[in-house]
């Protein structure tokens, strides 16, 4: 892995608690650039909760999340300014429902990087066709299928020309016919060399996908390693219980 | 999205397109309607039997139904109205601007901004305790006496101020149960794109928020609408203290009868004009958008 380059995103010792339910109990991750890392787990192993923390979406109790180098949970940080160049994707689309779809694209880049309405749109239609979805540019989020909002959420989030993109269970929310097409667009982010932490039910696809996977359980990352090794020869017994339910789940 | 404004349900022959008010709903077919009006007829003629042969009902014609003074009134009485009218217009301009800033005040969170939601809490407490003719007393009769340099003395203006204190506290409680109906996931996507704390606000939760409200407003202004003639206590010649002048001057109570229907026929196309708004939201929630 230390030939992947520079990198990208440290996380030293995170520990984050809702009241008193400790969810994250001492993460320790590094991404390097060009990196895509899968993480694993049950659910309320804390998967969601750390994509939350590493876009400052949560305050963190204790530990360090370092970006390229710069302390992002460091007090007196512009949260504004880290968001820029972290992109996030929901579960649950979270698509703004009174705007066309290239409202919602360009919403950020003119009000956040000052972009001209003329420049934005082009940039934006250019990513809209580069995904296929050009033709829906201007209809509302209710008039697309469930696959097609949450390509035009990951749309959203590469228009701000991220350098880091964290996908939440992306197509947990949708129906099995409308996993794949969703499925290809990361896996084509992927192979551009976007840096990726994803969490994922999809097994087969982490598989496919990650320079590596890790496996959330109870707030800790209990292992990681390259996918063949996770998949096939896990060394933790809580790994080969969790792959033992997905398989009899049938989603390996 | 949007469909055609229905011509207010006067034909009413589709009982599918679930667009009309239910009052006119009376089923389908001819016969449906043919037994609605003559059962109509029947129960409002009875009715109106009633009425005019009970004992006080020639005092009550002389009193209240007197045709001459309602045509020698209704002149002076209606542009007396027209003040009602512009006091109407000026005050909501002023109360949708001011109600939707105190609104967003206390819905700033965050340790920075505790003292405007703490301003904002106190003036939204404040104003909804007082009766509004104490306000309009207060600001009306109080501020022009105490004589300061450069103050209007204008009733009329501090009428406009006591108005828009009062319904900017009740507007303000409806934006922001429109903003705190707006599922956090928004602003939450929005804030993860780089938007600031306001610019999530003005172009996310605003938006979504303001649309779902429509409604509620309206009604709020459908009371603004009547008590406007509140403001008569101060001396200004609106549509009730016209009223008033006339009825001291005629000794018969038309011209009252003129300005409640003055009020009705201002209040009727609002009214309905909400239930409008409101079956097409619903409309639309059952379509399935958001």
């Known amino acids: ?252 | 999205m949007t469909g055609p404004i229905p011509g207010g349900g006067g034909t009413i022959l589709t009982p599918s397109s679930g667009r009309r008010s239910r009052i006119l709903d009376v089923g389908e077919g001819r016969r449906a309607i043919a037994i609605a009006i003559v059962s109509s007829v029947l129960f409002f003629s009875a009715i109106g039997l009633v009425i005019v042969n009970s004992p006080g009902w020639p005092r009550f014609q002389a009193s209240f139904l007197d045709a001459e003074v309602f045509a020698a009134s209704w002149p002076r009485i209606a542009s007396a109205f027209w003040v009602n009218i512009r006091l109407f217009l000026i005050a909501e301009v002023l109360i949708l601007a001011l109600g939707l800033v105190i609104a967003v005040m206390r819905s700033l969170p965050g340790p920075v901004f505790f003292p405007l939601r703490l301003l904002a809490t106190a003036y939204v407490d404040l104003f909804r305790a007082l009766p509004g003719v104490l306000v309009i007393f207060m600001l009306g009769f109080g501020i022009p006496a105490l004589r300061i340099e450069g103050v209007p003395i204008d009733p009329f203006f501090w009428a406009v101020v006591a108005l828009t204190l009062i319904y900017s506290a009740y507007v303000a409680e409806v934006y922001r149960a429109g903003i705190e109906s707006i599922h956090p996931s928004q602003a939450a996507a929005a804030r993860s794109l780089g938007l600031s704390q306001l610019q999530s606000m003005r172009h996310v939760v605003l938006p979504q928020a303001v649309r779902r409200v429509v409604p509620p407003l309206l009604n709020d202004f459908i009371g603004l609408q009547k008590d406007t003639a509140l403001v008569g206590f101060l001396g200004v010649v609106e549509v009730l203290k016209a009223a008033q002048i006339r009825q001291s001057a005629t000794f018969n109570f038309t011209p009252y009868l003129v300005t409640a229907l003055l009020f009705v026929l201002l209040t009727i196309p609002m009214a309905r004009f909400v239930d409008w708004l409101v079956a097409r939201d619903q409309r639309r929630a059952a379509v399935g958008g958001r």
């Open chain 1, 1 to 252: 892995m230390t030939t992947l380059g520079t990198e990208a995103l440290r996380i030293d010792g995170l520990h984050k608690s809702f009241d008193r339910l400790e969810v994250l109990r001492g993460i320790d991750l590094v991404l390097s650039e060009h990196e895509v890392v899968c993480l694993i787990g049950a659910s309320g192993s804390g998967k969601s909760t750390l994509l939350r923390c590493i876009n400052l979406l949560e305050p963190i109790d204790a530990g360090r999340i370092v970006v390229e180098g710069a302390d992002i949970t460091a007090r007196g940080v512009d949260v504004d300014r880290i968001r820029r160049r972290i992109g996030i994707v929901f579960q649950a689309f979270n698509l703004f429902p009174h705007m066309t779809v290239l409202g919602n694209v360009t919403l950020a880049p003119r009000k956040v990087l000052g972009r001209s309405p003329a420049d934005a749109e082009r940039e934006a239609m250019a990513l809209l066709e580069r995904f296929g979805l050009a033709e829906k540019a201007h209809d509302h989020p209710d008039r697309l299928s469930g696959g097609q909002q949450q390509r035009v959420a990951i749309v959203r989030a590469l228009a701000m020309q991220p350098d880091l993109l964290l996908l939440d269970e992306v197509t947990s929310a949708l129906d099995p016919e409308l996993i794949a097409e969703v499925l290809s667009v990361i896996r084509e982010l992927a192979r551009g060399g976007m840096t990726m932490l994803i969490a994922t039910h999809e097994m087969g696809f982490a598989r496919d996908i990650a320079n590596r996977v890790c496996f959330l359980d109870a707030g800790r990352i209990l292992e990681e390693g390259p996918p063949s090794q996770i998949f096939s020869a896990p060394r933790e017994e809580r790994t080969r219980q969790f792959l033992q339910r997905v398989i009899e789940a049938g989603r390996l």
